[in-house]
T-cell receptor, first 112, second 112 residues
Framework: NAGVTQTPKFRILKIGQSMTLQCAQDMNHNYMYWYRQDPGMGLKLIYYSVGAGITDKGEVPNGYNVSRSTTEDFPLRLELAAPSQTSVYFC???????????FGQGTRLTVV | KNEVEQSPQNLTAQEGEFITINCSYSVGISALHWLQQHPGGGIVSLFMLSSGKKKHGRLIATINIQEKHSSLHITASHPRDSAVYICAVRRNSGGGADGLTFGKGTHLIIQP
């Protein structure tokens, strides 16, 4: 199994540009999450989804949008990139609330 | 005060030493996760605990729900154990669907 696949691994954006971070899982997991990891800080939840068609905001959703049209895919959209969005982004999934969490390899994003 | 606190923040030890990383939390939880992150790498789940103790190879994780405390132990440590170890909890509030709350991580270096 591929598990959780994130693309791209690295990206440099200019201020004001937009991009979509892709996340796909092949484990038929219901729950999917986007987190960001900043130096010296714990991961923070951006958005999450409990199934196709259902998404909700996490702790730090401003400047981001998500969609969940299929069980497998959970893309994260950045509109009008800002330097404060420079971070490492992780997508994660789990079958249920009390099951193991699987993480992607991360996307390192720099906004200049 | 962070809801999840880890100690120590940094730990350097010699190969073969017994390692203990601690995690304290201040909220009601349904589960606690221990995760491993190698430099520049993705995040891997080591354990998910809701009570008692789990063992996998040289790794042991324990949790005391009453004291809101968990420990991760590494026996016969090896340089390949060098990584950041992250404690994360699934809070009871919100039905647990709204992701994990993370500690800042413990940076472990095992010297040969």
């Amino acid at each position: 199994n591929a598990g959780v696949t994130q693309t791209p691994k690295f990206r440099i954006l200019k201020i004001g540009q937009s991009m979509t971070l892709q996340c796909a899982q092949d484990m038929n997991h219901n729950y999917m999450y986007w987190y960001r990891q900043d130096p010296g800080m714990g991961l923070k939840l951006i958005y999450y989804s409990v199934g196709a068609g259902i998404t909700d905001k996490g702790e730090v959703p401003n400047g981001y949008n998500v969609s969940r049209s299929t069980t497998e895919d959970f893309p994260l959209r950045l509109e009008l990139a800002a330097p404060s969005q420079t971070s490492v982004y992780f997508c994660a999934s789990s079958y249920g609330v009390l099951t193991e969490a699987f993480f992607g390899q991360g996307t390192r994003l720099t906004v200049v | 005060k962070n809801e999840v606190e880890q100690s120590p923040q940094n730990l350097t030890a010699q190969e073969g030493e017994f390692i203990t990383i601690n995690c304290s939390y201040s909220v009601g939880i349904s589960a606690l996760h221990w995760l491993q992150q190698h430099p520049g790498g993705g995040i891997v789940s080591l354990f998910m605990l809701s009570s008692g103790k789990k063992k996998h190879g040289r790794l042991i994780a324990t949790i005391n729900i009453q004291e809101k405390h968990s420990s991760l132990h590494i026996t016969a440590s090896h340089p390949r154990d060098s990584a950041v170890y992250i404690c994360a909890v699934r809070r009871n509030s919100g039905g647990g669907a709204d992701g994990l709350t993370f500690g800042k991580g413990t940076h472990l270096i095992i010297q040969p």
